[in-house]
């Protein structure tokens, strides 16, 4: 059987054990923050979904969680600024102390209009805890409260996150070196 993943498309950035030294480091610094508070984590899918379950349960504080579902690529690897909402929010979220839980912030297109949707319901407070920050390839600001890891201009892959739907199981945070021309 051929090996998964094969070897030469992707180089290791961060084990699954200095992943969850860092999510423990995280989740610290939040509780610190929120002590006395319930948040509503609010985990931004599909990418989040790994870290968010690690980050929630490495968290002690009565929270509730809400998954937002957006797609701001299709299946290429570069962003198009549109964002489409394919799963929205089971809750009103009017008054609440929101957590965004994203992972990665790239361009900061996404995160930029995931911002404006909970602020215009009535959030009352909003901070955003990203796993991955590439800071080189912003072109919105946005305000990132927690961040796990900045990395280069690399494409990521693994912990939840994908290209083309492939590598979301990855234990790892990997460096995708072959990556697809986008559509
Ligand atoms: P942005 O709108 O350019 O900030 O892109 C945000 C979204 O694009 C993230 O939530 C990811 O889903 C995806 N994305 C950006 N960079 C990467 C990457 O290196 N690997 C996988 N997904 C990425």
Same mark, same amino acid.
């Given at each position: 059987?051929?090996? %998964? =993943?094969?070897?030469?498309?992707?180089? +290791?950035? %961060? +084990? =699954?054990?200095?992943? *969850?030294?860092?999510?423990?480091?995280?989740?610290? *610094?939040?509780?610190?923050?929120?002590?006395?508070?319930?948040?509503? /984590?609010? #985990?931004?899918?599909?990418?989040?979904?790994?870290?968010?379950?690690?980050?929630?349960?490495?968290?002690? !504080? =009565?929270?509730?969680?809400?998954?937002? $579902?957006?797609?701001? %690529?299709?299946?290429?690897?570069?962003? +198009?600024? #549109?964002?489409?909402?394919?799963?929205?929010?089971?809750?009103?979220?009017?008054?609440?102390?929101? !957590?965004?839980?994203?992972?990665?912030? &790239?361009?900061?297109? +996404?995160? #930029?209009?995931?911002?404006? /949707?909970?602020?215009?319901? $009535? #959030?009352?407070?909003?901070?955003?805890?990203?796993? /991955? &920050?590439? =800071?080189?390839?912003?072109?919105?600001?946005?305000?990132? &409260?927690?961040?796990?890891?900045?990395?280069?201009? *690399?494409?990521?892959?693994?912990?939840?996150?994908? @290209?083309?739907?492939? %590598?979301?199981?990855?234990?790892?945070? @990997?460096? /995708?070196?072959?990556?697809? &021309?986008?559509?």
């Amino acid at each position: 059987m051929r090996e %998964y =993943p094969p070897p030469e498309a992707i180089r +290791t950035l %961060y +084990t =699954p054990a200095a992943i *969850a030294a860092r999510v423990g480091e995280l989740a610290h *610094a939040i509780a610190n923050d929120y002590a006395g508070r319930s948040p509503i /984590l609010v #985990a931004i899918l599909k990418g989040s979904f790994v870290f968010a379950s690690d980050l929630a349960r490495a968290l002690p !504080l =009565p929270l509730r969680i809400e998954f937002l $579902g957006v797609r701001s %690529y299709g299946s290429g690897t570069v962003s +198009t600024g #549109a964002v489409q909402i394919t799963q929205d929010l089971t809750h009103p979220i009017e008054n609440q102390d929101i !957590l965004i839980v994203e992972d990665i912030v &790239d361009t900061g297109l +996404t995160l #930029a209009y995931i911002l404006g /949707l909970i602020q215009a319901r $009535g #959030a009352r407070s909003v901070r955003v805890c990203a796993l /991955l &920050d590439k =800071p080189s390839r912003r072109r919105v600001e946005v305000p990132v &409260d927690y961040v796990g890891f900045s990395v280069g201009d *690399a494409f990521v892959v693994g912990y939840g996150l994908d @290209c083309a739907e492939q %590598y979301r199981n990855l234990p790892a945070l @990997c460096e /995708l070196l072959q990556v697809p &021309d986008s559509p």
